[in-house]
């Protein structure tokens, strides 16, 4: 395994993809090509979940080795999947994170199955570490992670990356053993968020609620001798790989079978892992407002969502695909003519290279999350465009997204997905918008899409974790 001066990189993560996944249909999400682009540069390993179940083998590492990563996965038995993954991280931490305590459930037996399965991650990847690697843990998943790893001696840096909000103090409160939670983060060296508003949740929740001396300045949390830094990360897209797809045969083949199949009309885009975090309900709502207030436009355009189905073994995932079949139903129904469908809904995911051809024929990109940690799905759709012609964004403002692409209402349009008023009046400003409008505004987001990507984030929190960062002055990344 290759090294580097400052020692190997080793990734953490639920769950691990190998690498020839890159790029392939979305329900891996974001974590994936991100941290395989990570891993081939530096050289390391990918240690996790390998997403199979099995009941003898639970904790028995596989190592593998290709395109330039080293994968090291570990099964679980299905008592751990469910206690673990579907219970405390997806049905309890997820939903909190997400502000929605109507979602959230606690129960003892799967808060107790969280903490041993990341006691058995902690235990199968020790002996694979060495003294100078960097270790960096991903996600809800593994919070305490660095804790356990701690308790076994070890001593290297250890960073952890929050990919989904930091939920305000109230929220967080409401979790049974909040503080046992947070006080295992302290173990780590270097704690990263996707935004300022996470990041500031979480110094605020330490300074109130565990009494740590807190700078906001530095990111800088100390608690009983030990000190940790926050600091904001908003991850971005793999631009040259996803332009690289852009000009594939594949891309273009997709831009044009949409293209001819949406002839004369404007064709909006949603793409999204099917979860209530995203909004597609609220966003069905919007629509169907913008229909009851402007019944003659019904021809102007085609709404188009995909959204593959996720975590389909936790109820509010089943919920909510029904939700949205009735709703789809309900619409088409009440507008549809022999020769016109207003909404075509997929339930399966497509490769970059297709979505990047989807995203450049649609005038329209919806992404309305209730709340998301960034939402990568946005900067795609934008670094997709035609700079001479591009479509317009209609962002939610509680995405992460927004703090980066909605700055003094010059790139995405910024809506409140909770109102369908307001998802109407973007939808007719957008429909409506000037190509001079329209370039300004793409010109105001491509830059930090393009500049800010994938390669800038790993690099940054790499260095920083390292000990090598910039400006220790200020909360950002130099
Ligand atoms: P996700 O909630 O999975 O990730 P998001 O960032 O929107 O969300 O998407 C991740 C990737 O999945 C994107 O590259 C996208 O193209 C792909 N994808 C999504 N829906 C798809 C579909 N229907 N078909 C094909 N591909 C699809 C979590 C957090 C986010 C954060 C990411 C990365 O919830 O807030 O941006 O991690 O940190």
Known sequence: MERSAIGRLIVISNRVAVPQARGA??????????????????????????????????????LQRSDG?????????SRDVDEYYNGYANSTLWPLF??????????????????????????????????????????????????????????????????????????????????????????????????????????????????????????????????????TYPIGIDWD???????????HRAEQRLVSSTRHRVAMIGVDRLDYSKGLPERLDGISRFLEQNPERVRDFVFIQIAPPSREDVQSYQDIRHTLEQKTGQLNGAYSEVDLLPIRYVNRGYSHAELFGFFRACKIGLVTPLRDGMNLVAKEYVAAQDPEDPGVLILSRFAGAAEQLGKDDKGAVLVNPYSPDDLSHAIRLALDM???????????????????????????????????????GSNQPA
């Open 98 to 231: 997400h502000y929605r305590l109507d979602l959230t459930r606690y129960e003892r037996e799967t808060g107790k199955g969280y903490e041993r399965v990341n006691e058995m991650f902690a235990e199968s990847v020790s002996p694979l570490i060495e003294p100078d690697d960097l270790v960096w843990v991903h996600d809800y998943h593994l919070l305490p992670l660095g804790e356990r790893l701690r308790a076994r001696g070890m001593t290297n840096r250890i960073g952890f990356f929050l990919h989904i909000p930091w939920p305000p103090t109230r929220l967080f409160v409401s979790l049974p053993y909040h503080e046992r939670l947070v006080a295992a983060m302290m173990q780590y060296d270097l704690i990263g968020f996707q935004t300022d508003e996470w990041r500031d949740s979480f110094l605020q929740y330490c300074r109130k609620e565990m009494g740590a001396e807190v700078n906001e300045v530095t990111g800088e949390i100390t608690l009983d001798g030990r000190t940790v830094t926050a600091r």
């Open 69 to 77: 990563v080293t994968t090291a996965t570990i099964d679980l038995s």
């Open 25 to 62: 249909a979305g329900a891996q999400g974001g974590l994936a090509g991100a941290l395989n682009s990570a891993l081939s540069d530096q050289g390391g390993i990918w240690f996790g979940w390998s997403g199979q179940e099995s009941e003898e083998a639970s904790g028995t590492i596989n």
């Open 434 to 472: 000037p190509l001079e409008e329209r370039k300004a505004r793409y010109q105001a987001m491509i830059g930090t899409i393009r500049e800010d990507n994938i390669q800038w984030w790993t690099e940054a929190f790499r260095r920083d974790l390292a000990g090598h960062g910039g400006d220790q």
């Open 241 to 251: 790989t996803f332009q690289a797809e852009g000009r594939t045969e594949e891309a």
